[in-house]
């Protein structure tokens, strides 16, 4: 019996499966073996559906998280152009400079919840919940904060969703190899019960599990007949 190697993924071993299974339907003898191996097979494809949805949640939770942060530099990018029109251009002076120390692009080089932190200080120094804005703050611009919190809000939401996702991914991952582990336990004992089953015919028995691929013939080292590497089992 050949047994897929340990870096096989589940589709290789759900591919293995499905050979042993044809097999064992086609022998009516095989029946308990088979229900008992169909129950693991069942439950591997199970798992890698699983860790496939996880892997794709992980994908999407990203772009919305992606598109709510560009929607906060968005919000800063109004913010900085009003309190540039307030200095006229002069970046050095207030409260252009307590709002942006290092211009726009610094502002907006964070990424992730560096990124929020950034937009919130801003958000307060413009408009704060509690005691007077920045001197040189005008109206126009403390009036674009409630929409900055609003939007950095959003982008919080969506980064804790990325972080749920990856999570549930890790998680979804360990129960794929647990269930892995467990369809090889079963693949092998498939094999016993196969050769308690069939005991003084062996090729029978190995004929309910897919052959591994061949190596192809290299050439001797010694310059002789040609050697082929053979499949583990």
């Not at 008992?36 to 992980?58: H, I, N, P, T, Y």
């Not at 094999?191 to 192809?216: G, I, M, N, Q, W």
Request: no cysteine; charged share 30%.
């Amino acid at each position: 019996m050949d047994m897929p190697g340990e870096s096989a993924g589940s589709d290789v071993l759900v591919e293995h499966g499905v050979y042993t299974l044809a097999a064992l339907g086609a022998d009516r003898g095989a029946a308990d073996i088979k229900t008992a191996f169909e129950a693991k097979q069942e439950a591997l494809r199970a798992a890698k559906r699983g860790r496939d949805a996880s892997d794709e949640a992980v994908i999407a939770s990203g772009a919305l998280a992606l598109a709510a942060e560009l929607e906060v530099e968005t919000g800063m990018r109004k913010v900085e152009s009003r309190a540039l029109e307030v200095v006229k251009k002069k970046r050095d002076q207030e409260p252009y400079v307590r709002l942006f120390p290092g211009n726009l692009a610094q502002a907006l080089a964070p990424t992730g919840r560096a990124q929020a932190a950034v937009a919130t200080r801003v958000a307060d120094l413009v408009a704060p919940t509690t005691g007077t804005r920045l001197a040189g703050v005008t109206d126009e611009i403390a009036g674009l904060a409630p929409e900055l919190r609003e939007k950095v809000a959003a982008f919080i939401t969506r980064i804790e969703g990325v972080e749920a996702a990856e999570a549930a991914a890790v998680a979804a991952y360990g129960a794929e190899l647990t269930t892995r582990r467990q369809w090889r336990e079963q693949y092998r004992k498939t094999y016993a019960l196969l050769t308690a089953l069939y005991p003084s015919d062996r090729r029978k028995v190995e004929s309910f599990f897919k052959a591994a691929k061949k190596s192809k013939k290299t050439a001797s080292p010694n310059g002789g007949e040609p050697r082929v590497g053979g499949p583990t089992t």
